[in-house]
Each structure stands twice: as C-alpha cells, then as structure tokens.
DNA sequence: ACCTGAACACCGTTCAAGT
DNA sequence: ACCTGAACACCGTTCAAGT
C-alpha cells in the first residue's frame, strides 16, 4: 500500500515544492487555481506535476487530507466531553466551520458527497475517498445521538453530511478569505425584519446548523 | 430602460438563435457551457455573442428569467390555495426542484444568494437582479407564515432562500439531467441503516425541505 | 526513474475590417 | 448599426527527448 522503494531525492524534493506551491495557490485563487502557474511556481515542468498528481482532485487531496483527519479526529474529543447530541453539533459546527474557510476543503467534500460529477476518474465502485475519515466520524456521532433518544433515526450519516455540506454552501465565503471585494457588509441589510445585518458567514453557519438540528431532533417518535 | 428602436432584422435574429443554442448548451452540457460552442451552433461570430451578452451571467438570465418569472408566479397560486405554513413548504419545494432539474438556474440562484463572488461585474450596490422575483415571492410568504404563527420571527427571506439554494445542492444532480454515466444507484446504499436505497434527487428534496421547516417551525416562543 | 518543455487542442475576449 | 473571424492570452494534458 506504501511506498515500496523510497523516491529518489530529486523526486521527493519536487513533490515538496509542487505542495508548497499548491498550498498557497489553493489557498490565494481557490481551488480552481491553475495548475501550470503552480508548477512554474514550484520551479518544475507541468509534467512533473502531473507524474505527482495525475488529476487535480489528488493535489487537492494530497494537501488537505491532513485537516481532513484532524477534523474527523476531533469526533472523538467531543464524543468524550460532550452528550451526544451536543457533540454531533459541535462537529457538525467545526467541520462547516472548515468548510466556509477553506475552499478547496469543500470542493472535496462536495465532489464526495454528491457522488458522482468528478468523483475521480478512476471511482468504479465507491472504492476509497479521502473523505472516509469523515464518513466514519459522522456515523459514529449519528448512531451515538440516535442511541440516546437525540436525533431521529430516519436520517443517515450521508443525509447529515449533505445537509452540513449544504449549508455550509448557503453560509456563502467566509471574510478575509482572500478573494477581491471584501468589505460588503452592507448587501441587502435593512430588508424587512431580518435578523442579518453585519453577521458573517460564521455566526450564520452556526444559525443554520442549530436550525437543522432543531428539525433533526426526534420528532413524536 | 426598454429598447428605443426595434433592433435590427438580422440582430433580432441572431439574438433568437443564440437563445435557442444556449438553451441547449446549457440543458446538455451545464451552465460552463462553451460560449464559442454557442456561438458556432448558432451559426455566428463569437463577437455576436458579446454584443448581444456581454456576459455569461447575461445568457444565462436571458435564458432562465421566464422560468424565474413562472416560479415567482407560482407563489401567488399557492398563498391563495393553502394556509401560509403549508404554501411556503410548498412552493420551497417547487423551487427546490427547478434548481436540482436545471442547473443553469442553480447557477443563478447561488451567485445571487451568496452575494459578491460572481454577481456580475456592474454590481455595485445591490443593483437589480434577474432572481429579485423570487425574493419578493419568497418574502412575502414568509411574512404570511409568520403572522400566522407557522414559522419563527427571527429568519429571513435571504436565510430561507440561502437555505433551500443549500438543500438543493445537498440533494445532488436530477437523474436523466444529461450528464455522462448514469444508472448508479448502487453508490453507497446499503450503508448502515440508511433509509436511503434507490432513492432519487427529487424524493431526498422533499425530505430535506421537510426537515428544514420542522427546525423553521416556531418553537417555544 | 524521473524531469523538461515544446506541442496540441481548447477556451474566453477583443478588435480591425467589412457590409 | 451590426457582423465576422482572425488574433491574443491562457489553460490542461501529453509525450518525445533528455539525464
């Protein structure tokens, strides 16, 4: 599954820079960033990039797969600290958070949530997706919740991650993000009685995630 | 603000054919759809096309701003025929499967509820824009539900609408939309009490919005 | 075994020249 | 007043030639 013989040096040594370089350009132009520029950036051939990473989604993955785990690592924590149903928010709250910050987080958690689209070229079956860790962190919260009479059990761990990747989605960009044209808090402020006036992508996320778990909650079961 | 003088015979005609190109581009292959592909299939000069749209986003309401208009409509209909509650879940739901239907709308709908991005190059302020009628719709059947006491004080039209745009990307892509490689319904089914088989876009919407308005529902207020 | 960079196909956008 | 299509800049992807 590893590595069997180690990269040459100069081969690792690229690998290096090409994620340097996509680190920052995903995080710059988001995850559309192009991908000649970030191997003229890396100082290598546009071949080399593509000996590394064969299609954008594995650069991608390659440079987020590490937050990937940190977030789903986090399920445990909060499963510990927390009842369960507070703790399937909480990291419900944590991984939209993620997601509002990081674009290239969401077009892999997109890509896999939606199935489908551009799941890969190479996605026959549901074979292995970096967002696994996230599925199996989610389920764990689910059944957890559901166990304790928290959330109804009509509603899968696909059905709340979509929901989370949705929301997330409706939150819009977060600030400083890093795209042109910040400073618009203005908008459509003053529309009627709405409860919006200079409120940021983050507080909104929270809203929604609390208004979704409201309608998650066990009905009259 | 309408046109002064009838265009010309040979502009009004060009301007048909491009809409009837890009109706197609767009239902086939997205809203990415190639403007120079539109422009051939139409049988014009690309300059033609950016005279008569000087932007996607312009074809793109220029195709979708009837079906926009009849989707308003509909909320009028349904404000009449059924308490305010029950109308607004309906007509979330029609609007929810205009966009997993068309993407073109989807497309839409987002740049225009997540503010900034891509609203088009000459939005300064909030200016006018092609999705106003359904806000308008979707405002006054909030107002209706909430005096009525079938949906919180504190969310707005931009939340609900954020929220449906959100759900609506949570429920993937139609089937039979015309993208490549349909006939899986296999995916992840079988996932671990997921009530979830072969269930398609439009069922999940409906489940989706469902749970959305039992969280929007008025709670101990 | 790995790297380079030219080559190809494609796309969006502009603009001088036409009618 | 409108149209055409060549021209330009850019991007993704491949592949023969190098080391």
């Known amino acids: 599954m590893a590595q069997v013989r180690p990269m040459r040096a100069d081969a690792r040594r690229n690998r290096e820079r090409l994620l340097a370089a996509a680190v920052e350009a995903f995080a710059a132009q988001g995850e559309g960033a192009s991908l000649d520029d970030i191997a003229k950036r890396a100082g290598?051939?546009?071949?080399?990039?593509?000996?590394?990473?064969?299609?954008?989604?594995?650069?991608?993955?390659?440079?987020?797969?590490?937050?990937?785990?940190?977030?789903?690592?986090?399920?445990?924590?909060l499963a510990e600290r927390l009842p369960a149903g507070?703790?399937?928010?909480?990291?419900l709250?944590?991984?939209?958070?993620?997601?509002?910050q990081t674009r290239g987080l969401r077009a892999l958690l997109s890509s896999s949530v939606r199935g489908g689209e551009d799941?890969?070229?190479?996605?026959?079956?549901?074979?292995?997706?970096?967002?696994?860790?996230?599925?199996?962190?989610?389920?764990?919260?689910?059944?957890?919740?559901?166990?304790?009479?928290e959330l109804r059990r009509d509603v899968g761990e696909t059905d709340v991650l979509r929901l989370v990747h949705g929301v997330a989605i409706a939150c819009g960009e977060a600030v400083g993000g890093g795209s042109a044209g910040d400073?618009?808090?203005?908008?459509?402020?003053?529309?009627?009685?709405?409860?919006?006036?200079?409120?940021?992508?983050?507080?909104?996320?929270?809203?929604?995630?609390?208004?979704?778990?409201?309608?998650l909650g066990p009905r009259g079961e």
């Open 183 to 215: 400073a618009r808090d203005a908008g459509n402020a003053g529309d009627a009685g709405d409860a919006e006036g200079a409120e940021d992508a983050g507080e909104r996320l929270r809203r929604y995630v609390g208004l979704l778990m409201e309608g």
């Open 86 to 91: 507070a703790a399937l928010v909480a990291w």
């Open 44 to 77: 290598v051939g546009a071949g080399t990039l593509y000996r590394h990473f064969p299609t954008r989604r594995a650069l991608l993955e390659a440079v987020y797969s590490d937050r990937i785990e940190a977030i789903a690592e986090r399920a445990g924590v």
């Open 119 to 149: 799941a890969g070229p190479g996605a026959g079956g549901s074979s292995s997706d970096c967002c696994d860790p996230l599925r199996r962190a989610v389920a764990r919260l689910v059944r957890a919740a559901q166990e304790a009479g």
């Open 93 to 100: 709250g944590e991984l939209g958070l993620g997601m509002i």
